[in-house]
């Protein structure tokens, strides 16, 4: 999909960088879903990756 960020995915700078996004739109607060499992088999391209929220939680104040 153009200008979709699905290959940032497992970069944690762009979680980073959303944040400071965020911080810039006068945001209190981010929200990050959490999984309990991945699927066996799957149609998607999505990578069968992502971090758990808190690593994403605890590197957004590094540069906000």
């Known amino acids: 999909m ?9 970069d944690i700078t762009y979680y980073q960088s959303l944040g400071q996004i965020a911080e810039q739109g ?3 607060d981010v929200f990050f879903a959490d999984n309990q499992s991945f699927p066996a088999q799957s149609d998607s391209d999505m990578p069968a990756f992502w971090f758990d929220p808190l690593m994403n939680l605890a590197a957004i ?3 906000t």
């Open 2 to 10: 153009p200008k979709s960020s699905i290959g940032r995915i497992s």
């Open 26 to 28: 006068v945001f209190d």
């Open 61 to 63: 104040p590094q540069v």
